[in-house]
C-alpha cells in the first residue's frame, strides 16, 4: 500500500480543508513529517488509518473525538484518502457520527456515519463496497491485515510498535498468524485432535456398550451367557407340550358357548316379534283418520279449476276498469298538446321577415369574400418577397459561417492529426497490454470457478460434520435409553423369580431355605420385544454413523485439494486475485480500446491531412460566393418594398373586420346557419300541429273500445261464480268454507297414501313375524349362558399361563443368542480401535503442544517464521547498535503453564550473555522495536505475495538516541528505499529537519493547522 492523496476536512487541528498530494515528493521515498509538538504530526497518520479502518493510528480516538474544534458547525468532519496497490488506485472516503445544524428551524440534527470504497480506473469510479463494517472487512482483506496489524507493519506509532518486541508468547502469536495466515495449521492440529477424541470416544462407547450387554444379561462373562442358554432351549421343549394340550381344551369350551348362544337368539327373537305387532294394531284409529282426511282432499282437487278460471275472470274485470282509467288519462293530456302546438304555429307565421333578412345578409357577405381574396394574393406576394429577401441574407450568413468554420476546423485538425500520429507510435506497446490482461482473465475465471467449488466442498462438509455430531449425541442418548430398559428388566425378573419362591423351598440363586427380603418389581416391566427392537435400532445407528464419518473424512479432503487450489491460483493472480471478472473484463476492454484507438490514430492520420487539403479549397471557394451573395440581397429588398404598396391599395377596399377570409367564411356559415334555422322551426310547428291532431283522435277511438270490453268481462265473472257454488254443493261441502278446509296440496295427498299403504304392508309383516318365531320355541327350555361362560374362562386362563411361560422363555432364549453374538461383534471393533488410536492420538499430543515446550504445531510454523524476521530485523539491529546486540528466539517460558516456542530475547555480544528485551533502555527499545517492526514487514512481503508493504510510517522515537545512533538509525531507513518504498517519519527533533530534503511541513495558528510539502 502506498499513499496518493489524503483530503481531511475538519479533522483533528485540521479546521477547513485539508488536501496532501503525495506525488509532489516527485522522485523522493523519504520525507519528513516536522512541526511543533500538537501542530497535528500524528493526526496525518490518525486520518489514513480512520479512513482505511474506521480507527486511529493509536487505536484510542474514534471519529467523533478527531472532530476539529476550531471548525465551523456547518463543516463536516470527513476524510478521503486515496491509496496504490500495485498498478491499481483505490479511493476510501469515512463520515464518522456527527451532528449539524438543521437546514429549515433551530436545533441540530445527527449525520449518520457512512463510508464508502472506489477502484479507480482512468477518469471512472467504480464502487466496491458500502457501509461502516463492510468497508473495512473489504480492505482488510484488500490489504491483508487488520488494524492492529496495520499498526505493526505499515504505520509505527508513538510507542506502540514496541508492542511486538515486548509482547508475550500468546500476543505474538495473534499477530503472526494473521499476518502469515497460518490457520491452516492450526486446522490440522484441531483435524487431529478431533480424530483421537473421535476414535477415544467410539472405544469407551464400544466397551461400554459391551459391559451394557453383560449387565442387560445378568452375566459375568460370556462362558456363563452360553451355558445358561442351553439350559432355557431345554425347558422350552417341555412347555411347547403342555401349551397344546391347553388350547385343545379351549377350543372345546369355545363349542358348546357357540351352542347356547344360538338357542337363546330364538327365544328374545320371541319376543320382539310379539312386541311390534301389538304395538302396530295401537296405530289403527289414526290411520283411519288418515283415511278421511285423504278422501275429502280427492274431491276437493276436482274442483280446483273451476275456482282458478273465476279467479282469472275477476283479475280480467280489474285490468279493464285499470285500462279505461289509463287511456281517458292520457286523451286528456293529447287535447292539452293540441292546443299548444296550434300556439307555435301562429307564432312562427309571424317571422317571415326575420327569415327574409337572412338571406340579403348573405348575398352581401358573398360579395365581400371576392374582395378579401384578392386582398390574401397580395400578402402572399408580400410574404414571400420578405422570404427571399432573409434567404439570400441568410445565405450571406450562411457562407460567412462557413468560411469562418473551415478556418476553425483546420486549427483543430491539425491538432488532431498531430495527436493521431503520436498515438499510432504507441501500438506495439498497448498489443502487449492486451495479452496480458487476457491472461489475467483466463487465470481469474479457473480461480472464480475453484472458489466456487471450495464453497460448495465447505458447505458439504460443515453439513456432513454437523450431522456426524447429530448422530454421535442421538446414538449416546439411545444408548442410555437401552440401559435404562434393561436395568428394570433385570429388576422385573428378579421379582418374578422372587414371587414363585415358598418358605422352605431352596433359591434357584443362593440355595437358601428362608427368603426374609424378596426382589420385588419397581415399576412395569418392560417388553422384552421392546428392549429387542431398541438393540436393532441402535446397531443400524451405529452402521449408519460409520458410513456418515467415512463421508465427512472424504468431503474434508476434497475440500482441503481445493483450498490449495484457490491458494495457488490466487498467488499467482497476486492483486488481481479478488478483482471481480467484471472488471478485469473492464481492464481488458480498455486495452483493447487503447490498442484499437492506436490503430485507428493511424487510419485517421491520413484521413486528416486529406480533409486540411479539403480545407484550404474550401476557404477559397467560400470568399468568392461571399461577394456574389451580397449582390442578390440587394435584388431581394427591392421586390419587398413594391409589393408592399399594393398590399396598402387592397386593404382600402375591405372592410376592417372582413379582411381575413377565413373570418369572411366563418360570417357567411354563421348567416346560412341562422336561416336554415328560421326554416326549421317553422316546419317543426307544422309537423307538430298535425301530430296533436292524430293523436287526439285516435286516443278518443281506444277508450270507447276499452269502455266495451269491461262491461263484457263482468257478465260473464256473475255466471261463472254461480256455476262454481252448484258444483261444490254437489260434491257433497254443505258451504264454500267446507269446500276450502277439505282443500290439500298434491305433496300432501301423496303423502297420505303412502303412509296408509306402508302402514297396511308392515302390519302384515307382523302378524307373518310374530306366527313364525312362536312356532320356532314351542318345546324348548332357554339355555345357562353363565355357566358355559365360566367354562371358557377356566379354559383360557390355563392356555393363556401355559403360553406366558412358553413365550417368555422362547424370547429369553433369543436374547441370549443376540447377546453372545453382539458381545462377539463389539470386541472386533474394539480390537481395531485400539490399533488406531494408537497412532491418531500419538499424532494429536505431539501437535497439540503435549510436549516439554508446551509448542503446537502451528507455533512450530509461526517459531520458523519468528527466526525469519529476527535475522532481517538483526540486519539492521547489527548496524544501528554498532554490532553489540542481536535478537533471538529463545525456548524458554514465562510460565510452566503457558504456551512457549515465541519468546524473544536480546544477545549482548559485549557481555556475552542473552537477557529479556525489557531490560533494554529507552533508546535501545527504540531500535530493538524498528528494527524488528522492518525485519517483520520484509518476511511478510516475502512470505504473502497478495500483500504489498510500499509504505512505511514511524512516529517519534528518534529525540531517545544519541547523534551516532541516529545517524545510524536514519541510514537503515534510507536504505529501504531501494525496494521502491516510501519511508515517512514523524519527528520534531531540529537535526532531522536540516538533513532531509522532502518534508511535510506543518504550521499552528489561531484558526487551526495547515499542511504543505516542501522539497528543496
Excluded at 281 to 289: A, D, F, G, Y
Excluded at 644 to 660: C, I, K, Y
Excluded at 686 to 696: H, L, S
Aim: proline share 2%.
Amino acid at each position: 500500500m502506498k499513499p496518493v492523496t489524503l483530503t481531511m476536512h475538519a479533522f483533528g487541528p485540521y479546521a477547513d480543508k485539508q488536501e496532501l498530494d503525495f506525488r509532489e515528493l516527485q522522485d523522493r521515498s523519504f520525507f519528513l513529517i516536522h512541526g511543533p509538538t500538537g501542530s497535528g504530526k500524528t493526526t496525518i497518520l490518525d486520518a489514513m488509518c480512520y479512513a482505511l479502518y474506521g480507527d486511529t493510528s493509536g487505536a484510542v480516538r474514534d471519529g467523533k473525538a478527531m472532530r476539529s474544534d476550531h471548525a465551523s458547525e456547518d463543516q463536516l468532519t470527513q476524510v478521503c484518502f486515496d491509496f496504490a496497490i500495485g498498478e491499481a488506485i483505490y479511493r476510501v472516503e469515512r463520515r464518522p457520527e456527527q451532528e449539524r445544524p438543521k437546514k429549515s428551524g433551530q436545533g441540530k440534527t445527527k449525520v449518520k456515519p457512512e463510508a464508502t470504497l472506489w477502484r479507480l480506473v482512468g477518469d471512472q469510479e467504480e464502487v466496491l463496497e458500502t457501509g461502516w463494517e463492510a468497508v473495512t472487512r473489504y480492505v482488510e482483506r484488500l490489504l491483508g491485515f487488520k488494524s492492529s496489524q496495520f499498526r505493526q507493519v505499515v504505520l509505527l506509532p508513538q510507542g506502540d510498535f514496541r508492542r511486538l518486541l515486548t509482547a508475550n508468547s500468546a500476543e505474538r502469536q495473534e499477530i503472526m498468524q494473521t499476518l502469515f495466515k497460518t490457520e491452516l495449521f492450526q486446522i490440522i492440529e484441531e483435524k487431529l485432535k478431533s480424530k483421537a477424541q473421535e476414535l477415544k470416544q467410539q472405544y469407551d462407547v464400544s466397551s461400554q456398550e459391551a459391559n451394557w450387554v453383560l449387565k442387560e444379561a445378568a452375566a459375568g462373562s460370556g462362558e456363563e451367557l452360553s451355558l445358561r442358554l442351553n439350559a432355557d432351549r431345554e425347558q422350552a421343549i417341555r412347555l411347547s407340550a403342555a401349551l397344546g394340550q391347553a388350547d385343545q381344551e379351549l377350543k372345546q369350551a369355545r363349542e358348546k358357548l357357540t351352542q347356547g348362544q344360538m338357542l337363546q337368539a330364538k327365544f328374545a327373537e320371541a319376543a320382539a316379534a310379539a312386541q311390534a305387532l301389538q304395538g302396530l294394531e295401537e296405530k289403527l284409529p289414526q290411520v283411519s283418520q288418515q283415511r278421511e282426511e285423504l278422501a275429502n282432499g280427492l274431491k276437493a282437487a276436482a274442483l280446483i279449476d273451476a275456482e282458478r278460471a273465476v279467479a282469472i275472470l275477476a283479475a280480467d274485470v280489474e285490468k279493464g276498469k285499470s285500462d279505461v282509467a289509463h287511456i281517458s288519462e292520457k286523451f286528456e293530456l293529447a287535447v292539452s298538446r293540441q292546443t299548444e302546438a296550434a300556439r307555435q304555429l301562429a307564432e312562427e307565421v309571424g317571422r317571415e321577415s326575420v327569415r327574409e333578412e337572412a338571406i340579403r345578409q348573405i348575398q352581401y357577405l358573398s360579395d365581400v369574400e371576392i374582395k378579401a381574396a384578392e386582398l390574401q394574393q397580395a400578402e402572399t406576394a408580400v410574404g414571400q418577397a420578405r422570404l427571399l429577401a432573409e434567404q439570400a441574407a441568410a445565405n450571406k450568413n450562411k457562407t460567412s459561417l462557413l468560411l469562418k468554420n473551415s478556418q476553425e476546423e483546420t486549427t483543430a485538425k491539425t491538432g488532431q492529426y498531430q495527436q493521431a500520429l503520436r498515438i499510432a507510435a504507441e501500438a506495439q506497446g498497448r498489443s502487449l497490454a492486451v495479452e496480458e490482461a487476457e491472461r489475467k482473465i483466463t487465470r481469474r475465471k479457473l480461480l472464480e470457478v475453484a472458489r466456487g467449488e471450495l464453497t460448495v466442498a465447505q458447505t458439504q462438509a460443515n453439513a456432513l460434520a454437523e450431522r456426524l455430531r447429530a448422530e454421535d449425541a442421538a446414538l449416546l442418548a439411545a444408548k442410555q435409553q437401552l440401559t435404562v430398559l434393561q436395568e428394570a428388566w433385570e429388576n422385573g425378573q428378579a421379582a418374578i423369580l422372587a414371587a414363585s419362591i415358598t418358605e422352605g423351598a431352596a433359591c434357584p440363586v443362593c440355595g437358601s431355605l428362608h427368603h426374609p427380603d424378596k426382589a420385588q418389581s419397581r415399576g412395569p416391566l418392560p417388553d422384552s420385544q421392546v428392549i429387542k427392537d431398541r438393540q436393532s435400532q441402535l446397531q443400524r445407528a451405529e452402521a449408519s454413523r460409520e458410513k456418515l464419518r467415512q463421508q465427512s473424512a472424504k468431503a474434508d479432503s476434497e475440500r482441503d485439494l481445493l483450498a490449495s487450489r484457490v491458494s495457488d491460483l490466487a498467488q499467482e493472480l497476486q492483486d488481481a486475485a479478488d478483482t471481480g471478472l467484471a472488471q478485469l473484463t473492464a481492464t481488458l476492454q480498455q486495452a483493447r480500446e487503447r490498442y484499437q484507438q492506436a490503430v485507428i490514430a493511424e487510419r485517421d492520420s491520413k484521413t486528416l491531412a486529406s480533409r486540411l487539403e479539403q480545407l484550404t479549397e474550401m476557404q477559397k471557394n467560400a470568399a468568392e460566393a461571399l461577394e456574389r451573395l451580397d449582390s442578390e440581397q440587394r435584388e431581394a429588398e427591392g421586390r419587398l418594398k413594391a409589393a408592399e404598396t399594393v398590399v396598402a391599395e387592397r386593404q382600402a377596399a375591405v372592410p376592417l373586420q372582413f379582411r381575413d377570409v377565413e373570418l369572411v367564411k366563418r360570417a357567411q356559415f354563421a348567416a346560412a346557419n341562422q336561416h336554415k334555422q328560421l326554416k326549421n322551426a317553422f316546419e317543426q310547428a307544422q309537423k307538430e300541429a298535425e301530430q296533436a291532431n292524430r293523436t287526439v283522435a285516435q286516443l278518443e277511438t281506444a277508450r270507447s273500445a276499452a269502455q266495451s270490453a269491461l262491461a263484457t268481462l263482468s257478465t260473464r265473472l256473475i255466471s261463472e261464480s254461480k256455476s262454481l257454488f252448484e258444483r261444490v254443493t254437489a260434491a257433497g261441502f254443505a258451504t264454500m268454507a267446507d269446500f276450502q278446509q277439505a282443500k290439500r296440496q298434491p305433496d300432501r295427498l301423496n303423502q297420505l297414501e303412502q303412509q296408509i299403504s306402508m302402514f297396511d304392508k308392515q302390519l302384515a309383516a307382523a302378524r307373518e313375524r310374530n306366527n313364525r318365531a312362536q312356532v320356532a320355541v314351542e318345546q324348548l327350555n332357554p339355555p345357562d349362558l353363565a355357566g358355559l361362560q365360566s367354562g371358557i374362562e377356566s379354559a383360557k386362563a390355563a392356555y393363556e399361563t401355559a403360553l406366558a411361560e412358553h413365550t417368555s422363555l422362547a424370547g429369553q432364549v433369543k436374547q441370549t443368542e443376540q447377546w453372545l453374538r453382539r458381545l462377539q461383534e463389539l470386541q472386533q471393533v474394539l480390537n481395531q480401535l485400539e490399533a488406531r488410536y494408537a497412532v491418531f492420538g500419538r499424532l494429536s499430543e505431539v501437535a497439540n503442544g503435549k510436549n516439554e515446550f508446551g509448542l503446537t504445531f502451528q507455533r512450530f510454523v509461526l517459531g520458523a517464521l519468528l527466526d525469519d524476521v529476527a535475522i532481517a530485523a538483526n540486519e539492521r539491529l547489527k548496524t544501528m547498535s554498532r554490532s553489540r546486540y542481536q535478537l533471538q528466539r529463545t525456548m524458554d517460558r514465562a510460565r510452566r503453564n503457558s504456551a512457549g516456542g515465541l519468546e524473544l530475547e536480546v544477545f549482548d555480544n559485549y557481555t556475552g550473555v542473552a537477557r529479556p528485551v525489557t531490560t533494554l533502555s529507552g533508546g535501545e527499545t527504540f531500535l530493538a522495536s524498528l528494527s524488528l517492526a522492518l525485519g517483520l514487514a520484509d518476511v511478510v512481503q516475502s512470505y504473502a505475495g497478495g500483500i504489498h508493504l510500499d509504505a512505511i510510517f514511524v512516529d517519534e522515537g528518534f529525540g531517545t538516541l544519541d547523534p551516532e545512533t541516529l545517524e545510524f538509525a536514519l541510514q537503515a531507513l534510507i536504505a529501504l528505499q531501494q525496494g521502491g518504498r516510501l519511508v515517512g517519519i514523524i519527528s520534531h527533533v531540529p537535526e532531522l529537519k536540516d538533513r532531509i530534503d522532502a518534508r511535510l511541513e506543518i504550521a499552528v495558528s489561531a484558526k487551526g493547522s495547515t499542511a504543505v510539502f516542501r522539497v528543496s
